[in-house]
């Protein structure tokens, strides 16, 4: 059964860093990150594919940077310069081809 295993969340200052991983027990073509902030629908924040093609969203083009080690099967998140409104679960996911599937989530919290 293919998983994927989250870690890196918790509580940051605004203007801090912080770092997501997320590993995955298959080989996934397409790995993102999505978010959940609180009383909102979810929303993408960036994916990339096995070749390295990556897309984000707009409010976090230039202080977010996914990445993946296509050797661990795992995809990262930088954030940078992270705001209250950053603040939000945050879910991987992971597309197969034939079967898709979600991490559990990870709490971030920017919060002075």
């Known amino acids: 059964q293919v998983q994927l295993v989250e870690s890196g969340g918790g509580l940051v200052q605004p203007g801090g860093s912080l770092r997501l991983s997320c590993a995955a027990s298959?080989?996934?073509?397409?790995m993102a990150w999505y978010r959940q902030p609180p009383g909102k629908q979810r929303e993408l924040v960036a994916r990339v594919t096995r070749g390295g093609n990556t897309a984000y969203a707009d409010s976090v083009t230039g202080r977010f940077t996914i990445s993946r080690d296509n050797v661990k099967n795992t995809v990262y998140l930088q954030k940078n310069s992270l705001k209250p409104e950053d603040t939000a679960v945050y879910y991987c996911?992971?597309?197969?081809?034939?079967?898709?599937?979600w991490g559990q989530g990870t709490q971030v919290t920017v919060s002075s």
């Open positions: 298959g080989k996934p073509y397409i």
């Open positions: 996911y992971a597309d197969l081809g034939p079967l898709a599937i």
